[in-house]
């Protein structure tokens, strides 16, 4: 776990020849946002003392409320290293918003998570693991680097290269994740044309939403230095399968248990994880607004195509809402069929 002080991070600033830092966060919407400053700056910044117009974010604040500061997480500092330049590196922190007041703004998404995660604690529970299985398309571009309809290749799930014409981006994007400290699973082409598949390890709730929104960024720079656009919307065309965020949770005791699994039920899981699919399901249509926040996501919530249509669950019906993996023991986990990656 990383700990790291305001020293460190000007160290490191100045051992990785680092030239410019992206304070990055998150609108409400799940977009990455991001204010760039010269490393000269860098101070600056580690004193709380970057403010931005969040009025001109959707959804925070108003025109007459629009000052707010950006507070760097520390221990999110990393050097993007797809980020090739000649003027010099570029390193990102994400930060958490605050309000003039200097109080948490109650907006902030990386803020909502947090007090959940507190809850957790509170609850009497350690760590919520989640894993996350995010599909994205591959498009080519044209002559003037605009994208088009036409998809990067024509291959099909767990098809290989020549007909997977696409391998090199994802294992780009793969050693990509890798040189920063990601620990990536799996890589393969998805069911449609174009389309494809990288998973990630399971790590703590803050840490793997972080990744998602890096890995975000990656993938669409990486695409494009190939030549292809990447989109994450869950429906780019219709009649055919959808981008889906399949999203395996899972939650710890202080001694690492994973509460889940009960070896002496029927089916292994225990009375806390039925108790977290009933509330899973129970509040599905509120936390849609979160989980499938544009109106292409309900696009892909159609039936015949292997995405969930119904608020339910199973031990193997991919058409459900909730599916539960086989694997047991410290494995046990509850997969979040719903959840897309726009």
Do not use: R, W
């Given at each position: 776990m990383k700990n790291y002080s305001r020293l460190d991070i000007l160290r490191l600033a100045k051992e990785n020849d680092v030239r410019y830092v992206r304070l990055q966060f998150t609108d409400m919407i799940g977009t990455v946002k991001n204010v760039e400053i010269p490393v000269t700056n860098l101070e600056k910044a580690l004193a709380n003392e970057v403010m931005f117009d969040g009025s001109s974010i959707q959804g925070f604040v108003r025109i007459d409320e629009a000052d707010m500061y950006l507070y760097p997480d520390l221990n999110t500092w990393l050097v993007l290293e797809w980020e090739k330049s000649p003027q010099g590196k570029v390193a990102r922190l994400i930060c958490d918003v605050y309000t003039t007041q200097h109080v948490p703004y109650e907006g902030d998404p990386r803020y909502i998570l947090k007090r959940a995660l507190l809850k957790l604690k509170e609850a009497g529970f350690d760590k919520f693991n989640v894993g996350v299985e995010p599909e994205f398309f591959l498009f080519k571009l044209d002559d003037h680097g605009k994208p088009t309809m036409e998809f990067s290749d024509l291959g099909g799930y767990f098809d290989l290269a020549p007909i997977d014409g696409s391998e090199d981006v994802r294992r780009d994007i793969v050693l990509e994740l890798q040189k920063m400290g990601f620990d990536m699973e799996v890589s393969h082409h998805e069911v449609a044309f174009g389309q494809h598949e990288i998973n990630f390890h399971f790590d703590n709730a803050l840490e793997a939403c972080d990744n998602i929104q890096t890995f975000k960024v990656l993938v669409k720079n990486v695409a494009r230095r190939h030549g292809y656009h990447a989109t994450f919307m869950p429906k780019p065309i219709q009649g055919i399968n959808g981008s889906g965020m399949h999203s395996n949770l899972s939650?710890?005791?202080?001694?690492?248990?994973?509460?889940?699994?009960?070896?002496?039920?029927?089916?292994?899981?225990?009375?806390?994880?039925?108790?977290?699919?009933?509330?899973?399901?129970?509040?599905?249509?509120e936390f849609a607004l979160l989980t499938n926040p544009i109106v292409n996501s309900y696009k892909r919530l159609v039936p015949g195509y292997e995405a969930p249509c119904y608020i339910s669950w199973s031990d193997a019906n991919r058409s459900t809402m909730i599916r539960i993996p086989a694997a047991r023991g410290k494995s046990t986990r509850i997969e979040v069929r719903s959840v897309d990656p726009s």
């Open positions: 939650i710890s005791d202080k001694d690492g248990n994973n509460v889940f699994y009960d070896p002496n039920t029927e089916n292994q899981l225990s009375e806390t994880a039925l108790k977290f699919i009933a509330g899973v399901m129970k509040h599905a249509p």
